[in-house]
């Protein structure tokens, strides 16, 4: 069996929750006898290479359309659906902001393809995308596709919501590596040090974080780098900062270890999560929980994290209060170590292409 993984075209150099999704499920496969090749959706591909085709992002249909009009073989997606409606409807500025009042989300994302295509941050898109639209070019993809591996139960019921599938399914959560995120037992946290691993841009919602906690007794440590477009919101939280906020530029996971070591508390106050990375990172290293309550983050963090209003930076400042003085999330670690794996997601995965391929 050979796999050919079709990701964006920026997965390297705009680092995000489905870069290590990729990377790491793909590295696991590999472990257990399967070869695994990631090409950029906007490349050309000799299809006829492969035994079987995996996409990724859903919602980004123009990436996946092109490639499969013609196809012989069979595909899977993961379809990390985010939804983007809450910010673009209540916090999202310009012209996207105002006419996102207005229309539906489907035609939102469409606006965004086209625009991105315009100002050529997408290389092209093709004509069956721009006929169909963003809704149309899904159903379509959904229609033609044998296996969905979703993130969670909770999205593989937003699919069923918003799209009406009927495809077959596995769940494949998200996961951790426990060699590499394995705290050291006699590490001393810091009970005013709160850390956010995210890109900085307005969905991440860093802004109300900032605002939150700014000039109060609390060490703010925001690691990533801007995303693409996203320099003005970054301009502007550095501009409201205070002293006790610092700005860490992306870091490779590795790296993190030691500011997860160190911190009492891990904030992702997102608009939207189909899980929270980072978030399993932290608690596997002993941190505790502030996360978003949009989205699916419950599924995975059940009541062993303290959710917030990603609108409200009282509602966000109350739950880093209670998580800062919280013992520390032993159960939550256990829950990750024993459930949210890489080499777990790389097991279900495997057996979603042997049924799909009919292997046993």
């Not at 139960?153 to 959560?173: C, D």
């Not at 777990?344 to 046993?360: D, G």
């Amino acid at each position: 069996m050979k796999v050919a993984y079709i990701v964006r075209s920026t997965l390297f150099t705009v680092i995000g929750g489905d870069t290590h999704q990729v990377v790491n499920t793909a590295a696991l496969i590999r472990q257990l006898g399967t070869e695994v090749v990631i090409l950029p959706a906007n490349q050309r591909i000799d299809y006829n290479r492969y035994t079987l085709l995996h996409f990724f992002n859903l919602t980004r249909p123009a990436d996946i359309l092109p490639h499969i009009g013609h196809l012989t073989m069979p595909y899977v997606i993961s379809p990390i659906l985010v939804n983007y409606s809450l910010f673009d409807k209540t916090y999202r500025g310009g012209i996207i902001g105002r006419i996102s009042r207005h229309l539906p989300q489907n035609t939102i994302e469409y606006l965004k393809v086209v625009a991105r295509w315009l100002n050529r941050t997408d290389r092209s898109i093709s004509a069956a995308y721009l006929l169909k639209g963003q809704q149309k070019s899904i159903e379509l993809i959904l229609k033609k596709c044998a296996f969905l591996l979703p993130n969670s139960m909770l999205e593989q019921n937003a699919l069923r919501q918003q799209y009406k599938v009927r495809n077959q399914f596995a769940i494949v959560p998200n996961g951790v590596s426990p060699a590499l995120f394995k705290p050291e037992q006699d590490a001393v946290k810091d009970p005013n040090l709160v850390l956010c691993v995210a890109r900085i841009e307005g969905i991440k919602n860093q802004l109300n974080l900032i605002k939150a906690i700014n000039n109060s007794s609390y060490r703010l440590l925001l690691i990533g780098d801007p995303a693409p477009n996203q320099q003005a919101y970054y301009n502007n939280c550095k501009e409201i900062a205070g002293p006790n906020i610092t700005f860490i530029d992306h870091l490779p996971q590795a790296e993190l270890i030691k500011y997860y070591q160190q911190a009492t508390v891990h904030v992702l106050p997102s608009w939207f999560e189909t899980c929270g990375l980072s978030s399993l990172e932290a608690a596997a290293m002993g941190c505790n929980i502030v996360i978003t309550d949009k989205g699916y983050t419950r599924e995975y963090f059940e009541d062993y994290a303290f959710y917030c209003d990603p609108n409200s930076p009282d509602s966000i400042r109350n739950a880093i209060h209670l998580a800062a003085t919280a013992p520390a999330p032993a159960a939550l670690q256990e829950k990750i170590i024993t459930h949210y794996t890489w080499h777990k997601a790389a097991e279900k995965t495997l057996f979603a292409y042997r049924q799909v391929l009919n292997i046993t």
